[in-house]
């Protein structure tokens, strides 16, 4: 098989997680340039895969204005900042790895799509859940018929406290005015792993969701606006930023995000987190920050043929995707954390459980999103030097009508109306 180039545009935490693949499988990938503002991520990618100087950019568009220097580019900069790059590359006749969401702009994500087409290049959302092998069996149990038609489902995402108090209330995505909405932000890949496991069209979205918990009316009596101030109430709070960032010394991922420090074999030091937890909105007490975006949101979702289900997104967890699908003959229920899947069907009434060492294999380093992450740049390399699809496969346009079911639901939620899906997507596309 052919080695696929990569140019990289922002080497963030999902640049690092990717381009991991180029490390472990050096005959399929490799990375050959690289355009990101902060200095030590910059060179810990260029030193990480000897990119030249010449290929080392501080901004997209200098990458950008070069003629096309590889097959593909992995977009991963912020949600807001994924058009105009991912536009201009495909221009160049680049394939894409675009991270989720395509766009926090419905019309955005469409013209992302119908670009591609027109140009003929593939791009691929970091809809990495999609070929995590839990996900992938599931959609194997369905597709092969054991349960029947699929009439319900009924499936959360757990976010997790810390992970959402890290990412919705401190971190890049607390915003829904910087970033996205949460839903857009976080459960697109829902929507789309739905849509996937279901194989027919959205027809109506409804929705609630607000923000209760992380506010201000719950700020607890003394305590100050930075956990590092010296909460009284530090202590008992599983939210404690001193406890989560500057004791926890092992934790790159939180680490690195709060101080912008370098991601390749780095963990932010003591003195990048102090500061981080002093002028960074890492360091606000959970119930002072300046967040946006809702702490708790579910939405009925109807498909052709009345296909229906019910999706929750809540952080009260310990995080985690639990998914259970009711068919005409049977049904099957797992949880993504444990990886187990449990099939009963109604005719032999017999219990199949499918243990998560027949489904979840070699996870390593790069195991990701429950080897989601991994699989899906593997993949790509092999559609981009063979033409081969996967079962996880998507198209961009495919990508683009799941994002629109998205915003269609967050009009239902703001609008406190059913929202008709097809009508919504008359408007983009
Ligand atoms: N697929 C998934 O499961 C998943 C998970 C987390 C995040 N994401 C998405 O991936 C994207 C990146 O997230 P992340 O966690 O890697 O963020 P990050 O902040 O770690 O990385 C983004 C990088 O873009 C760089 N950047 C900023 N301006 C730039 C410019 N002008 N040119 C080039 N680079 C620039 C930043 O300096 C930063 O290093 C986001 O859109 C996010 O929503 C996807």
Known sequence: MKKVSFIVIGAGNRATAYSRYAISAPDKMEIVGVAEPIKARRESMRDQFHI?????????????????????????????????????????GYHLLLEKPMSHRPEECVAIAKAAEEKGVHVIIGHVLRYAPFFTALRNVIAS?????????????????????????????????????????KSCHDFDLLQWLVDKDFTRVQSFGSRTHFCKENKPEGAPKRCIEGCPHGKPCVYNAVKRYYDDKQNAWFRNAAAMAAQF????????????????????????????????QTVNMEFEGGVLA????????RGGRRIH????????????????????????????????????????ILGGHGGGDSRL?????????????????????????????????????????????????????
Request: aromatic share 8%; proline share 3%; hydrophobic share 35%.
């Open 52 to 92: 030249p100087e010449e290929n080392c950019f501080s901004d997209w568009s200098e990458i950008l204005a070069r003629p096309k220097m590889a097959d593909a580019a992995i977009i991963s900069t912020q949600d807001q900042m994924h058009y105009e790059p991912a536009m201009r590359a495909i221009e160049l």
């Open 325 to 364: 699908v009711m068919g005409t003959e049977g049904e099957v229920y797992g949880d993504a954390g444990v990886g187990d899947l449990t099939v009963f069907t109604y005719q032999n009434r017999k219990t199949v459980v499918e243990k998560s060492s027949d489904i979840v294999q070699d996870e390593t």
């Open 265 to 296: 074999d780095n963990i932010a030091t003591d003195e990048e987190i102090e500061c981080a937890l002093r002028e960074t909105p890492y360091g606000y007490c959970v119930y002072d920050s300046d967040n946006t975006v809702v702490d708790h």
């Open 377 to 429: 740049i593997k993949a790509l390399c092999e559609l981009i030097a063979t033409g081969e699809t996967s079962v996880s496969y998507c198209s961009a346009m495919t990508s683009a009508r799941n994002h629109l079911a998205v915003f269609a639901a967050e009009e239902a939620r703001h609008t406190g109306t059913v929202v008709d899906v097809a009508e919504y997507e008359k408007r983009f596309l």
């Open 310 to 317: 019910t999706f929750t997104m809540s952080p009260f967890n």
């Open 145 to 185: 018929g054991r349960i029947g038609k699929v009439v319900n489902i009924d499936h959360v995402e757990g976010v997790g406290d810390i992970h959402y108090s890290h990412s919705f209330v401190r971190g890049s995505w607390h915003r829904e005015e910087d970033s996205a909405p949460m839903l857009l932000a």
